[in-house]
């Protein structure tokens, strides 16, 4: 995902963003937090953080946001309130203080992508604070972290502080490329959350004869939606138990799974957002891997040619084609 995606989500997500915002945002993406390096002291940093711990009202926020495929925004209360520890975080934002050469050309027609330019004649390239309009909207109280940091940990604690502020009953879509984590991630929160593998619903050998050359194809749209359908009558009327019907690709067989019924169901898996399964989603996550990451993850799997010329390829036209980046409503 390019920069232009995260910009965008920023864009949708805050919308009273004002022109210096939008500088900040694209300025931090790119440089990081490499203008604070003269807050050498850890215990400085420290210092500052629990200062603002005490500053802060009772905003709800997530645990981070992506700026970019580098860095990404820790909100120090969210923090705070899940770890009830800050040491790591003031390591971590003191080891992303790197320096980053200054390319003003570059860092220029990346803002003017979202910033009109007779807004650009005077900025001299030098950091600036947000918005009065934005503090007072959006309260920010962040530090910016190199994305490295962002471990498996910390990616199911925003997943799941994201879900547990949802009314009971929601359904979220866990979205991303293969490759991102998405069923490891799910597997983790299983024991809080319904978990519905969209990998239980592929065409079968003989349905892609006939639907294989279209879009996406490798799902039954029609499965999952009827399941979803039984999930949620089942919610309506309190039922612990479900069951629904997967498809197993192996023996080519369809076959009756039981699901106990909690309080919020996860539908993990690359097109769980469709558009074809939309009247039943309430909420999209996303779950972002970067390439390198992507390439070696699959590299370590079984058909991973297939993976790179079959499947890869695929996902890629439906990600693009539906714009799911952009209209997720939190990256994780």
């Not at 050498?40 to 495929?69: A, D």
């Not at 994201?162 to 991303?176: C, F, H, Q, T, W």
């Not at 593998?197 to 349905?207: G, Y």
């Not at 009327?237 to 039981?258: A, G, M, R, T």
């Given at each position: 995902?390019?920069?232009?995606?995260?910009?965008?989500?920023?864009?949708?997500?805050y919308?009273?963003?004002?022109?210096?915002?939008?500088?900040k945002?694209?300025?931090?993406?790119?440089l990081?937090?490499?203008?604070?390096?003269?807050?050498?002291?850890?215990?400085?940093i420290?210092?500052?953080?629990?200062?603002?711990l005490n500053?802060?009202?009772?905003?709800q926020?997530?645990?981070?946001?992506?700026?970019?495929?580098?860095?990404v925004?820790?909100n120090?209360?969210?923090?705070?309130?899940?770890?009830?520890?800050?040491?790591?975080?003031?390591?971590?934002?003191?080891?992303?203080?790197?320096?980053?050469?200054?390319?003003?050309?570059?860092?220029?027609?990346?803002?003017?992508?979202?910033?009109?330019?007779?807004?650009l004649?005077?900025y001299?390239?030098?950091?600036?604070?947000h918005?009065m309009?934005?503090?007072?909207?959006?309260?920010p109280?962040?530090?910016?972290?190199?994305?490295?940091?962002?471990?498996?940990?910390?990616?199911?604690?925003?997943f799941?502080n994201?879900?547990?502020?949802?009314?009971?009953?929601?359904?979220v879509?866990?979205?991303?490329?293969?490759?991102?984590?998405?069923?490891?991630?799910?597997?983790?929160?299983?024991?809080?959350?319904?978990?519905?593998?969209?990998?239980?619903?592929?065409?079968?050998?003989?349905?892609?004869?006939?639907?294989?050359?279209?879009?996406n194809?490798?799902i039954?749209?029609?499965l999952?939606?009827?399941?979803l359908?039984?999930?949620?009558?089942?919610?309506?009327?309190?039922l612990?138990?479900?069951?629904?019907?997967c498809?197993?690709?192996?023996s080519?067989?369809?076959?009756e799974?039981?699901?106990t019924?909690?309080?919020?169901?996860i539908?993990?898996?690359?097109?769980?957002?469709?558009?074809?399964?939309?009247?039943?989603i309430?909420?999209?996550?996303y779950?972002?891997?970067?390439?390198?990451?992507?390439t070696?993850?699959?590299?370590?799997?079984?058909?991973?040619?297939?993976f790179?010329?079959?499947?890869?390829?695929?996902?890629?036209k439906?990600?693009?084609?539906?714009?799911?980046?952009?209209?997720?409503?939190?990256i994780?």
């Amino acid at each position: 995902m390019c920069q232009k995606g995260f910009v965008e989500y920023h864009l949708i997500h805050y919308p009273d963003m004002q022109v210096t915002d939008k500088i900040k945002l694209v300025y931090q993406a790119i440089l990081g937090p490499h203008h604070l390096l003269d807050e050498k002291s850890i215990l400085k940093i420290k210092e500052n953080i629990l200062t603002e711990l005490n500053e802060q009202s009772n905003h709800q926020e997530n645990l981070y946001e992506w700026i970019g495929p580098n860095y990404v925004r820790v909100n120090i209360k969210k923090y705070y309130e899940i770890y009830n520890n800050i040491d790591k975080l003031v390591l971590d934002f003191y080891n992303s203080n790197t320096k980053v050469e200054l390319d003003k050309d570059m860092l220029k027609k990346m803002m003017m992508k979202y910033i009109d330019s007779s807004n650009l004649v005077n900025y001299n390239f030098e950091p600036v604070s947000h918005s009065m309009l934005y503090k007072e909207r959006y309260q920010p109280h962040y530090r910016l972290l190199n994305s490295k940091y962002i471990d498996l940990d910390m990616k199911v604690k925003q997943f799941d502080n994201y879900i547990s502020n949802l009314p009971s009953k929601s359904i979220v879509a866990l979205e991303g490329r293969c490759g991102s984590g998405k069923t490891t991630i799910s597997n983790i929160l299983e024991n809080k959350y319904t978990v519905i593998h969209i990998d239980d619903f592929f065409l079968s050998e003989k349905q892609k004869e006939t639907y294989g050359n279209k879009l996406n194809s490798n799902i039954d749209y029609d499965l999952v939606n009827n399941n979803l359908e039984k999930v949620i009558n089942a919610l309506k009327n309190n039922l612990p138990i479900v069951s629904i019907k997967c498809f197993d690709c192996h023996s080519q067989n369809y076959y009756e799974k039981e699901l106990t019924l909690k309080d919020k169901i996860i539908v993990e898996g690359v097109c769980a957002s469709s558009p074809k399964l939309s009247k039943h989603i309430d909420k999209i996550a996303y779950l972002f891997v970067d390439k390198a990451t992507q390439t070696r993850r699959i590299e370590q799997r079984e058909l991973k040619d297939r993976f790179f010329n079959e499947w890869i390829p695929l996902e890629e036209k439906y990600f693009t084609r539906f714009d799911i980046f952009r209209h997720c409503d939190v990256i994780i």
